[in-house]
């Protein structure tokens, strides 16, 4: 009984695995019907649905070209900005920053060292190389002696491997936390404002697209830092790259 | 026009009698009344109300009992131009029968005095019943009404008793807190009832607006004008119109008293501006659903309600940061959108209500938001390849569309910042570590193997004192010899160390102090000994007194315990 009912259990949530992927792949689908067809705010909208229900490094990528192709650069901009954060190896996504950041004549975004190397592999593959190498370090110390097998040869220099491993992820890893900071303005010709109100003065107005970095928070405004200015910028004219698309983190 | 045209449109006007005396009549109408009954004191001065500096009291015998009073003026038209009258009307009720007059007096118009003559009254016992005074009859279509709730009011002047309807001009209510809307007037002559009597009247109907709360009391006015009808009118039934030039002659009602309550404060809706009544609204229809940043779209709303809606005022306009909103023309209400930015999903939400006076509830007419498509233009997607050498590499064109979802995540927050998957991460590392823990006491284990023979000799004997206790309580001496005796070599064995089964009485006994040895402990041992060696006997018989030794058994083992 107890059996049946596992059973039972393990195929509804398969059922409904399957069913959530093809919800996504549904809305994909349509996404590409209507941008191809010239509908490109319908097709945005379609993409995005897709990329909420499950983020995807093609369906950004698509998302990015209807929103530049409806004429929203920010939001066009963040998007292949996310496209290449889940998959730092998807050319389209890259050459279309290049090809956005030429017409724009706005600069890619100021990363640190620690940063600039944690763009080379997926966010989430350095977080597994960090487990994975200190789990490599310690097993090549503590297991050889559990098995009686001497501590010298192979061991020591695989510790030594895994620890530089570890320590090098360490930083990508820091690198990671730091670069889910940094978003892009969406709206155009936005303002930074001198305090987080409505009826501040607004003391920069950036365009959409605009790289910044977010310092801190407060209701609505979120403090961002771009190459020039400092202020404080409405939640839903500033995108974070990490996070999920059509939704205000 | 022309400036020509135009003098020449104004010289062809009939021009104003400013040349004529101004002349003044006085009378009592009717000049015949009971003690007590009414009559009008009316004074008509062919001059305007402006230029005639009217005393505010009027010297008169102290019989007369002056009331309400009023003042009118009227234009008549003289064939070729125009002549100016103004009434002024008091109400008067004599207290005493006899003889009474106003005597004359001047006033000024604006220079010359104007005589004002005489007039007098015979006042009469009430019994003699003289023909009433005539006068209009004000009749209303509601008497408790809401704050700004229009209604109808009804102006009337029955048929003399020639049964003779002559029209009313420059119809006048007197009184604070009412707004009158000439443009909704309605004339007509039908028979109305009076007093119990079916007379014909004329009636002008017009609509009426409180804009005063409490008890507002009010009385009309209005000049005879015999068959001079302005405007269209129905008649109904079989009427005498006179005919000649028509005499003006200012009349009154009497008064009337409505009760006006403000609105009330509870349950206000918002976007109410003030529309009274019972109302409701088509759906909203919209031209279009696709639209341009920058380009109109009209909103159309329909409200139907029961009653006048001359005075039915239009949502206000909403304040929104995606649309320029403009209103219609009244009186259409409807609205022309502009969206300012493609992100606009919908139109702005117009919130609306009005205040049904029969219920005494606001109704809800917000116009509620349509979706909408708004596009904007879109940027370049292919730019000339470039010259420059920096931006020579850079793509002259976006790629093209990704026909698969490519590389998917359950989420675009990175694992680095989910506290439990850090914890995730550390666990391979301690089970290194319990592992590495795990083979060090193994290593120490094997370092002192009478740690484990102590350790296996305490769960041993721990088994067989359960039996002994189990023998005692069954009394079986024999069992209860044999389990003593395997507990006293299971407790001794890692002494030596040996296997239990192997050691004899002197073993336990070599374990015991001299003290104990000689004593009572050693004693035991060798009684217990004894007996459970005695089972290997041809006739085994085990004492059954044995039992008693179960104390002394337990404080020898105890003692053997202790060393272990």
Not at chain 1, 69 to 97: I, K, V
Not at chain 2, 262 to 279: H, N, R, S, Y
Not at chain 2, 423 to 434: E, K
Not at chain 2, 537 to 557: C, G, H, I, N, R
Request: charged content about 20%; aromatic content about 8%; some cysteine.
């Amino acid at each position: 009984m107890k059996l049946c009912r596992h059973i039972f259990l393990s195929a509804l949530l398969f059922a409904a695995g399957i069913l959530r992927a093809a919800t996504t792949n549904d809305f994909f689908a349509q996404g590409l019907e209507l941008d191809r067809a010239g509908h490109f705010p319908e097709a945005a909208a379609a993409f995005e649905k897709s990329a909420r229900a499950q983020p995807a490094s093609g369906t950004l990528v698509n998302l990015g070209l209807a929103e530049w192709n409806r004429g929203h650069a920010g939001a066009a901009m963040l998007a292949w900005e996310q496209a290449h954060w889940l998959d730092p190896f998807d050319l389209r996504a890259e050459s279309n920053l290049k090809f956005a950041r030429l017409v724009t004549q706005l600069d890619e975004p100021q990363l640190k060292w620690f940063e600039a190397a944690s763009t080379w592999l997926p966010p989430d593959a350095w977080f597994w190389m960090a487990g994975a190498s200190l789990s490599l370090a310690a097993g090549a110390v503590l297991l050889p002696p559990v098995f009686r097998r001497k501590k010298s040869g192979w061991p020591p220099a695989l510790a030594a491997l895994g620890c530089c491993v570890f320590l090098f992820s360490l930083t990508t890893n820091v690198g990671v936390v730091t670069r889910t900071e940094i978003g892009f303005v969406l709206k155009k010709n936005a303002s930074l404002r001198l305090t987080p109100t409505r009826e501040a003065e607004a003391i920069a107005t950036v365009p959409a697209g605009t790289a910044a970095r977010k310092l801190r928070t407060r209701g609505n405004y979120y403090f961002i830092r771009t190459a020039d200015a400092a202020g404080w910028i409405e939640r839903e004219e500033f995108g974070l790259v990490c996070a999920e698309p059509g939704v205000s983190p | 026009m022309s400036p020509g045209a135009l003098m020449q449109l104004q010289v062809a006007q009939p021009t104003a009698d400013v040349t004529s005396p101004v002349t003044a009549t006085a009378e009592f109408d009717p000049p015949v009344a009971g003690v007590g009954e009414k009559t009008f004191y009316r004074v008509t001065v062919s001059a305007t109300e402006s230029a005639i500096r009217w005393p505010a009291e009027i010297s008169a015998p102290a019989e007369l009992k002056f009331g309400a009073d009023a003042r009118g003026q009227i234009t008549q038209f003289l064939g070729n131009n125009f002549r100016v009258f103004t009434s002024f009307i008091y109400e008067v009720r004599p207290t005493a029968a006899g003889h009474f007059t106003i005597a004359n007096f001047t006033v000024n118009a604006s220079g010359p005095l104007v005589e004002i003559p005489a007039a007098s009254l015979d006042v009469v016992a009430a019994s003699s019943n003289p023909p009433p005074a005539r006068e209009l009859v004000l009749q209303t279509s509601a008497a408790n009404l809401f704050l700004g709730q229009p209604f109808r009011l009804r102006v009337l002047l029955p048929a003399s008793p020639a049964n003779e309807i002559e029209a009313l001009r420059e119809i006048d209510l007197v009184g604070d807190g009412l707004m009158t809307d000439k443009t909704a007037q309605r004339q007509s002559i039908e028979a109305v009832n009076l007093n119990g009597q079916s007379r014909p009247a004329f009636i002008c109907e017009m609509t009426v607006t409180p804009i005063a709360a409490g008890p507002l009391k009010f009385f009309a006015q209005g000049f005879t004008a015999g068959h001079e009808f302005s405007g269209p009118i129905s008649i109904r039934g079989q009427v005498t119109i006179p005919g000649g030039p028509p005499k003006y002659v200012l009349l009154l009602s009497d008064p009337v008293e409505i009760n006006v309550r403000p609105l009330p404060a509870d349950g206000a809706l918002p976007g109410f501006t003030g529309a009274l009544g019972k109302f409701d609204s088509d759906p909203p229809q919209l031209s279009t659903n696709r639209l341009r940043v920058g380009e109109p779209a009209h909103l159309k709303t329909i409200f139907h309600g029961e009653g006048d809606l001359t005075r039915f005022v239009s949502p206000a306009l909403p304040r929104s940061r995606d649309w320029q909103i403009i209103a219609d023309d009244p009186p259409a209400t409807g609205f022309t959108l502009i969206p300012l930015t493609d992100e606009a999903r919908a139109t702005p939400t117009i919130p609306f209500s009005s205040f049904d006076p029969a219920t005494g509830k606001y109704e809800d007419l917000t116009i509620p938001p349509l979706p909408v498509t708004v596009i904007a233009d879109g940027l370049p997607v292919k730019i000339p390849a470039l010259d420059d050498e920096t931006n020579s590499a850079a793509p002259t064109a976006l790629s093209d569309l990704s026909p698969t979802p490519g590389k998917t995540a359950a989420s675009l927050q990175p694992l680095q910042r989910r506290g439990w998957f850090v914890i995730l991460q550390l666990v391979p590392s301690v089970g290194f570590l319990a592992l590495w823990q795990w083979d060090r006491r193994r290593r120490f284990l094997e370092a002192h193997p009478e740690i484990l023979r102590r350790r296996r000799a305490r769960r041993a004997l721990r088994r067989e004192k359960n039996k002994l206790k189990k023998a005692t309580n069954a009394g079986d001496a024999a069992a209860f010899a044999r389990h003593a005796a395997d507990a006293l070599k299971i407790s001794v064995a890692p002494h030596y160390p040996a296997n239990p089964q192997a050691l004899v009485c002197a073993d336990v006994l070599a374990q015991l102090d001299d003290a104990a040895r000689n004593g009572r402990p050693g004693e035991t041992v060798r009684k217990i000994f004894a007996a459970a060696d005695a089972r290997f006997a041809s006739a085994a018989q085990t004492p059954a007194d044995l039992l008693a030794f179960k104390p002394d058994v337990d404080a020898v083992l105890q003692k053997l315990e202790e060393k272990l």
